[in-house]
T-cell receptor, first 113, second 109 residues
Framework: KAGVTQTPRYLIKTRGQQVTLSCSPI?????VSWYQQTPGQGLQFLFE???????NKGNFPGRFSGRQFSNSRSEMNVSTLELGDSALYLC????????????FGQGTRLTVV | GQQLNQSPQSMFIQEGEDVSMNCTSS?????WLWYKQDPGEGPVLLIA?????ELTSNGRLTAQFGITRKDSFLNISASIPSDVGIYFC?????????FGKGTRLSVIA
């Protein structure tokens, strides 16, 4: 069974640009969560999607958005990039509801210059 | 956002030694998960715990779900060089997973 796939692995963008990251969950998993990981803040929850609906949202500005498609694949978008958005963005896939095991992809390393 | 208190922050141990790390929370959790992350990679799930008092092993790793449901610990026995990495605890109580800040483990051969 293939794991969680995130693309691209690395991105370099300039301030003010926007970026879209993609995540394909494990086959059969319907829940996708996104996290931002930085050395100072650790793993911070961005949002969670289940069956194309955003179920939970973290404490991030509206520049961060996401969506989930009918095949459970998910994308997250960050608009008007700031230097502080440089981070490892991780996607986690779960079979169903909360309190179940979450499996992470390798992440997308975003660098904003 | 909310985070768990994970300790210690870092450990330097000799190969063959046992390791213990723990996480505490002010909230009650229904699930505790333990992950290991290597540089430049995503966290890999090591052990999942779903019941207060539960003790679960995965090879040389053993984790327990505290009976108060507010803590968990992870033990690694007979450490080897490939145990090097950052270990994270994560908890969920009908909310999205909350993560500890990690324990960085270094193993000296």
């Amino acid at each position: 069974k293939a794991g969680v796939t995130q693309t691209p692995r690395y991105l370099i963008k300039t301030r003010g640009q926007q970026v879209t990251l993609s995540c394909s969950p494990i086959s059969g998993h319907r829940s996708v969560s996104w996290y931002q990981q930085t050395p100072g803040q650790g793993l911070q929850f961005l949002f969670e999607y289940f069956s194309e609906t955003q179920r939970n949202k973290g404490n991030f500005p509206g520049r961060f958005s996401g969506r989930q498609f009918s095949n459970s694949r998910s994308e997250m978008n960050v608009s008007t990039l700031e230097l502080g958005d440089s981070a490892l963005y991780l996607c986690a896939s779960s079979f169903g509801a909360l309190n179940t095991e979450a499996f992470f992809g390798q992440g997308t390393r975003l660098t904003v210059v | 956002g909310q985070q768990l208190n994970q300790s210690p922050q870092s450990m330097f141990i000799q190969e063959g030694e046992d390791v213990s790390m723990n996480c505490t929370s002010s909230s009650i959790f229904n699930t505790w998960l333990w992950y290991k992350q290597d540089p430049g990679e995503g966290p890999v799930l090591l052990i999942a715990l779903y019941k207060a008092g539960e003790l679960t092993s995965n090879g040389r790793l053993t984790a327990q779900f505290g009976i108060t449901r507010k803590d968990s610990f992870l033990n690694i026995s007979a450490s080897i060089p490939s145990d090097v990495g950052i270990y994270f605890c994560a908890g969920s109580g009908n909310t999205p997973l909350v993560f500890g800040k990690g324990t960085r483990l270094s193993v000296i051969a």
